[in-house]
T-cell receptor, first 117, second 116 residues
Framework: AQKITQTQPGMFVQEKEAVTLDCTYDTSDQSYGLFWYKQPSSGEMIFLIYQGSYDEQNATEGRYSLNFQKARKSANLVISASQLGDSAMYFCAMRERSKAAGNKLTFGGGTRVLVKP | DSGVTQTPKHLITATGQRVTLRCSPRSGDLSVYWYQQSLDQGLQFLIQYYNGEERAKGNILERFSAQQFPDLHSELNLSSLELGDSALYFC???????????????FGPGTRLTVL
């Protein structure tokens, strides 16, 4: 069974600094996808970035980048130049690519980030 | 705004009751997913429908059921409610069923269910 682990329940970061959110995963599948979502205090889930297991380059989307280390089974999210609006819960999720699994996402426990001015 | 709508936003009911949560996917999306977010169990996948057919099932209780209608909207029915069913229920949608593409899921704002 798939498992996603986010070991940092919460962290502070100074505005304009970078922050790295840890995510490790466990799967026996060769083909899978890794996602990061942001959940502000308002509650909605916002898709941030995606990394496929066969992608050779780390994914980047604006200030978000994903540090993908396949051998270590880690997919850490890096947020550069933090802004006050980055304060939120961040979830790492994995999708296995099998017909039986459909397209379900397995989520980690989340990391709460608070950006200090 | 993700384009996924959910109604109602908030729902307060009593134990033993039955409720229906409704979801309209983004225009063009064929898949609908239901997730439950609670303090003790985190975010959990419940069920996925693709173009009207059940595609995958997760940790969905027998007291819960769902369906996707021909117009692709979906409903999640929760019956014999218990205190532990209090949670935020998300609906998400994606274009396809997950094969071959990123097929990211776009989440609705959620329905917060409180069982008293």
């Amino acid at each position: 069974a798939q498992k996603i682990t986010q070991t940092q329940p919460g962290m502070f970061v100074q505005e304009k600094e970078a922050v790295t959110l840890d995510c490790t995963y466990d799967t026996s599948d060769q083909s899978y996808g890794l996602f990061w979502y942001k959940q502000p205090s308002s509650g909605e889930m916002i898709f941030l970035i995606y990394q496929g297991s066969y992608d050779e380059q780390n994914a980047t989307e604006g200030r978000y980048s994903l540090n993908f280390q396949k051998a270590r089974k880690s997919a850490n999210l890096v947020i550069s130049a933090s802004q006050l609006g980055d304060s939120a819960m961040y979830f790492c999720a994995m999708r296995e690519r099998s017909k039986a699994a459909g397209n379900k996402l397995t989520f980690g426990g989340g990391t709460r980030v608070l950006v200090k001015p | 705004d993700s384009g996924v709508t959910q109604t109602p936003k908030h729902l307060i009911t009593a134990t033993g009751q039955r409720v229906t949560l409704r979801c309209s996917p983004r225009s063009g999306d064929l898949s609908v997913y239901w997730y439950q977010q609670s303090l003790d169990q985190g975010l959990q996948f419940l069920i996925q429908y693709y173009n009207g057919e059940e595609r995958a099932k997760g940790n969905i209780l027998e007291r819960f059921s769902a369906q996707q209608f021909p117009d692709l909207h979906s409903e999640l029915n929760l019956s014999s409610l218990e205190l532990g069913d209090s949670a935020l229920y998300f609906c998400a949608s994606s274009v396809a069923g997950g094969q071959g593409a990123i097929d990211e899921q776009f989440f609705g704002p959620g329905t917060r269910l409180t069982v008293l």
